[in-house]
């Protein structure tokens, strides 16, 4: 049986050409992704291909889970060497999975191996790759411009005070922004919400006694962040059905979270889209793209979660979140003239299609693609995720559109999901070509390949 194969996928001569000739050498601009700064800055050499892979990355963790790996041996305090053979001994098991092609991917373009990894090769391939770390330096800033990343935009909260992305400023080769992420400040209902709220307060040196004064403060943050180039926000978005309420009411939902005292569903409810609605509003006026990411499911295992930690592998995905919720939020702000750019990122996989309408439905001439679906994320950026999405939503929302993918990962080695998503798309085109259904062109093709992975993300974020 033969290794990594560079046809991956490519399994026509156009979709080959496609590929080679257009798409594969385009710069990559990741625009949601959960890199930590101030690795990025501090830029230090990897100890071992154990860290590189399992130092952050809950896709790896969870599949370790499943097969009954102590969790000592993924995130427990077993060295990484420990912790890669153990994740050795289940990857050649993981077929069908994408752990599997993005360990390949990530084996080939790194390290230029094309065998497969697995128990019997393990210690050699660890000693392999140990060696080569050190002989070209390997460091977080090695590994995006080998990837030819252009750009990043990592994710932090309202009171972050960027202090690498600071010191990051032209001085790197792949530029590094952030993105807005405010959702401490809707969940309402959590038990930390008062100190959070009284952090941001003090952040922003702004009283946020009132729900006009939280939200004050929220845009005093936001500016901050634009201080340093950014135009992204990001917004969480579970279990969430649109409720209308006027000030009072949500002003006294507010003094309820800030007395951490019990809220109804119904408050909840009210008070996320009061939140959402004002983030919005902020967003349009100061020219950032909206980001919707829609249906997670958090802390499922709540023992798991309470023991190891948040955002650790224990979420889900989630269908409780109804299209119709989502579309009266677009609504409102369409009808107050307020609506940013907007990406929807469903969840659950069986709603893409309702979205891609949806988004379709608030387009106009305010911008190309002004409300759009955004790259299958999360438990979507797969092969049959990616597939879905161009054959399904691509008869409803024209794909050429599309800002391409992201990798919403915490690991500097998750770039090729970036040349996965390229293969699939070449090949998706090829095969409508030759079934006949276009005709166009290759002049059109190779700008459609073209915006898609480069040129509409950065037309889109203003980048």
Same mark, same amino acid.
């Given at each position: 049986?033969?290794?990594?194969? *560079?046809?991956?996928?490519?399994?026509?001569?156009?979709?080959?050409?496609?590929?080679?000739?257009?798409?594969?050498?385009?710069?990559?601009? !990741?625009?949601?992704?959960?890199? $930590?700064?101030? *690795?990025?800055?501090? #830029?230090? @050499?990897? @100890?071992?291909?154990?860290?590189?892979?399992?130092?952050?990355?809950?896709?790896?963790? /969870?599949?370790?889970?499943?097969?009954?790996?102590?969790?000592?041996?993924?995130?427990?305090?077993?060295?990484? *060497?420990?912790?890669?053979?153990?994740?050795?001994?289940?990857?050649?098991?993981?077929?069908?999975?994408?752990?599997?092609?993005?360990?390949?991917?990530?084996?080939?373009?790194?390290?230029?191996?094309?065998?497969?990894?697995?128990?019997?090769?393990?210690?050699?391939?660890?000693?392999?790759?140990? &060696?080569?770390? /050190?002989?070209?330096?390997?460091?977080? &800033?090695?590994?995006?411009?080998?990837?030819?990343?252009?750009?990043?935009?990592?994710?932090?909260?309202?009171? !972050?005070?960027?202090?690498?992305?600071?010191?990051?400023?032209?001085?790197?080769?792949?530029? =590094?922004?952030?993105?807005?992420?405010?959702?401490?400040?809707?969940?309402?209902? %959590?038990?930390?919400?008062?100190?959070?709220?009284?952090?941001?307060?003090?952040?922003?040196?702004?009283? =946020?006694?009132?729900?006009?004064?939280?939200?004050?403060?929220?845009?005093?943050?936001?500016?901050?962040?634009?201080?340093?180039?950014?135009?992204?926000?990001?917004?969480?978005?579970?279990?969430?059905?649109? =409720?209308?309420? !006027?000030?009072?009411?949500?002003? +006294?939902?507010?003094?309820?979270?800030?007395?951490?005292?019990?809220?109804?569903?119904?408050?909840?409810?009210?008070? %996320?889209?009061?939140?959402?609605?004002?983030?919005?509003?902020?967003?349009?006026?100061?020219?950032?793209?909206?980001?919707?990411? $829609?249906?997670?499911?958090?802390?499922?295992?709540?023992?798991?979660?309470?023991?190891?930690?948040?955002?650790?592998?224990?979420?889900?995905?989630?269908?409780?979140?109804?299209?119709?919720?989502?579309?009266?939020?677009?609504?409102?702000?369409?009808?107050?003239?307020?609506?940013?750019?907007?990406?929807?990122?469903?969840? +659950?996989?069986?709603?893409?299609?309702?979205?891609? =309408?949806?988004?379709?439905?608030?387009?106009?001439?305010?911008?190309?693609?002004? $409300? &759009?679906?955004?790259?299958?994320?999360?438990? #979507?950026?797969?092969?049959?995720?990616?597939?879905? &999405?161009?054959?399904?939503?691509?008869?409803?929302?024209?794909?050429?559109?599309?800002?391409?993918?992201?990798?919403?990962?915490?690991?500097?080695?998750?770039?090729?999901?970036?040349?996965?998503?390229? /293969?699939?798309?070449?090949?998706?085109?090829?095969?409508?070509?030759?079934?006949?259904?276009?005709?166009?062109?290759?002049?059109?093709?190779?700008?459609?390949?073209?915006? $898609?992975?480069?040129? #509409?993300?950065?037309?889109?974020?203003?980048?």
């Amino acid at each position: 049986m033969q290794g990594f194969q *560079e046809d991956l996928y490519l399994d026509t001569p156009l979709s080959k050409h496609l590929y080679a000739t257009y798409a594969k050498d385009m710069p990559i601009i !990741d625009y949601h992704c959960h890199l $930590v700064a101030q *690795e990025i800055f501090e #830029n230090e @050499e990897f @100890e071992d291909l154990g860290q590189m892979w399992l130092a952050h990355d809950h896709y790896k963790w /969870r599949a370790m889970r499943t097969f009954g790996i102590d969790e000592m041996y993924i995130t427990g305090e077993a060295s990484f *060497e420990e912790k890669f053979y153990r994740f050795a001994e289940i990857l050649p098991l993981l077929i069908g999975n994408p752990l599997y092609i993005w360990c390949a991917l990530e084996l080939k373009r790194y390290f230029g191996i094309s065998e497969p990894l697995g128990a019997d090769n393990a210690k050699e391939m660890y000693s392999r790759t140990k &060696q080569m770390i /050190r002989e070209n330096h390997m460091t977080p &800033q090695w590994c995006m411009e080998t990837s030819n990343v252009e750009l990043v935009c990592t994710t932090e909260d309202p009171t !972050d005070d960027l202090l690498y992305h600071k010191k990051l400023l032209g001085k790197t080769k792949t530029k =590094v922004l952030t993105a807005f992420r405010p959702d401490n400040a809707m969940f309402c209902e %959590r038990t930390g919400f008062a100190a959070y709220i009284q952090k941001l307060g003090s952040v922003s040196s702004l009283p =946020v006694s009132t729900f006009r004064g939280l939200i004050d403060a929220l845009e005093n943050r936001l500016l901050y962040f634009k201080e340093l180039g950014t135009t992204v926000s990001d917004d969480g978005i579970p279990d969430f059905t649109y =409720v209308a309420a !006027d000030a009072k009411e949500v002003e +006294d939902i507010y003094q309820k979270a800030l007395g951490n005292q019990d809220l109804s569903k119904h408050e909840i409810d009210a008070y %996320r889209t009061a939140f959402l609605l004002a983030m919005g509003r902020l967003y349009h006026r100061h020219g950032f793209v909206m980001q919707l990411h $829609v249906g997670t499911y958090l802390d499922a295992n709540t023992t798991r979660v309470a023991a190891i930690g948040q955002s650790t592998g224990f979420d889900c995905t989630d269908d409780a979140t109804k299209v119709k919720s989502i579309g009266f939020l677009l609504d409102t702000l369409t009808s107050e003239g307020v609506l940013p750019k907007t990406i929807l990122y469903p969840l +659950d996989g069986t709603n893409i299609e309702n979205y891609a =309408v949806l988004a379709a439905g608030f387009c106009d001439g305010d911008a190309k693609a002004k $409300v &759009q679906l955004g790259a299958p994320w999360w438990f #979507n950026d797969q092969v049959y995720g990616l597939e879905r &999405q161009f054959a399904a939503a691509g008869n409803l929302y024209p794909l050429s559109l599309s800002v391409g993918m992201l990798t919403d990962s915490r690991s500097f080695l998750s770039y090729p999901r970036h040349e996965l998503y390229r /293969r699939l798309l070449c090949r998706f085109l090829a095969q409508v070509v030759e079934r006949g259904e276009y005709f166009s062109g290759e002049s059109y093709l190779k700008r459609i390949i073209e915006d $898609v992975c480069y040129r #509409n993300v950065k037309e889109y974020f203003g980048f």
